[in-house]
């Protein structure tokens, strides 16, 4: 088990360029935009416990899976858009999740997830944008064990105008910083 604090920093961009990933490679047009409070869920990239490479599908296609679960919610780790808060995440530590966590320490793969850009359900599913969203955790390995900084700082950055039509994301990052 494992106690992770994470402070949310939502951040205000005055002047961007946009550089969202959709699956035409263009700037997506059809953003549905977030409501201030709404949950937002996110995916992250499965790894093959030996070598931390990506698990593709049968079409060669990268699959993304769910954050671990949180022991408080009994549901992958969410946030809520636009809210500065403090959340608690415990997750149980299986023989998968300690040797893909001894790959992120080691800093041979990240720990890359994505964010939608629209809160349509199932957004990127059916084509939509994201945004990347990695945890950089700290930590140091030893044979037996692995010590794991537990605090996170999560900095997700939004336009800075209040036009509800622009409730969305331009970039997050999340880091170890106890
Ligand atoms: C998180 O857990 C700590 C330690 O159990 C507790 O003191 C704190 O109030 C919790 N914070 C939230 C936001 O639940």
């Not at 990268?62 to 992958?76: A, Q, R, S, V």
């Amino acid at each position: 088990m494992k106690l992770f604090t994470l402070l949310l920093l939502p951040v205000l961009a005055y002047a961007v360029d946009w550089y969202p990933i959709d699956s035409k490679g263009e700037i997506p047009t059809n953003i549905k935009p977030y409501i201030k409070g709404q949950d937002v869920p996110f995916d992250c990239i499965q790894r093959n416990i030996d070598n931390g490479e990506h698990k593709f599908d049968d079409k060669d296609k990268i699959i993304y899976g769910p954050f671990p679960k949180c022991k408080e919610t009994n549901k992958p780790l969410m946030f809520q858009y636009g809210i500065n808060q403090d959340l608690n995440c415990t997750i149980q530590f299986t023989d998968e999740l300690y040797h893909l966590f001894q790959l992120y320490l080691h800093e041979d793969v990240p720990f890359s997830c994505r964010l939608p850009l629209s809160s349509e359900p199932l957004s990127i599913e059916k084509g939509g944008a994201s945004i990347p969203l990695t945890f950089n955790f700290r930590g140091t390995l030893s044979d037996s064990h692995i010590d794991i900084d537990h605090s996170m700082n999560v900095v997700l950055t939004k336009p800075a105008n209040d036009n509800v039509d622009e409730f969305t994301f331009i970039s997050a990052i999340a880091y170890g910083s106890g």
